[in-house]
């Protein structure tokens, strides 16, 4: 099984930066997309930012020009920098990868994290 683990949410006033991280680990042959999703309260959960195994990143144009989604494969890891943050950023940030286990190379899971909040304050 893999798991996902985030971490660097936090509170931060407006204009501030947070810079997030998600760990994936368990038995991993490879992982292709991972992205970014948040929650903010009474709201659907929405994608932020995706990055695939090649490095394309893609952004929704909230947080375009203040966002960037990076990995590093060697360490399994996504990170999002988040930049002049604003208080409609405020929720629960998560981590979701599509990744395959060696027991079968021909399957392609779907996992998440548990989230990890961030609150920006005007």
């Known amino acids: 099984q893999v798991r996902l683990a985030e971490s660097g949410g936090g509170l931060v006033q407006a204009g501030g930066s947070l810079r997030l991280s998600c760990v994936a680990s368990?038995?991993?042959?490879?992982?292709?997309?991972m992205d970014w999703y948040r929650q903010a309260p009474g709201l659907q959960r929405e994608l932020v930012a995706s990055i695939t195994g090649g490095g394309n990143s893609y952004y929704i144009d909230a947080v375009k020009d203040r966002f960037t989604i990076s990995r590093d494969n060697a360490k399994n890891t996504v990170y999002l920098q988040m930049n002049s943050l604003k208080p409609e950023d405020t929720g629960v940030y998560y981590c979701?990868?599509?990744?395959?286990?060696?027991?079968?190379?021909?399957?392609?899971?779907?996992?998440w994290g548990q989230g990890t909040q961030v609150t920006v304050s005007s």
């Open positions: 979701y990868a599509q990744a395959v286990e060696p027991s079968n190379i021909w399957y392609v899971g779907s996992y």
């Open positions: 368990g038995n991993i042959f490879r992982i292709d997309n």
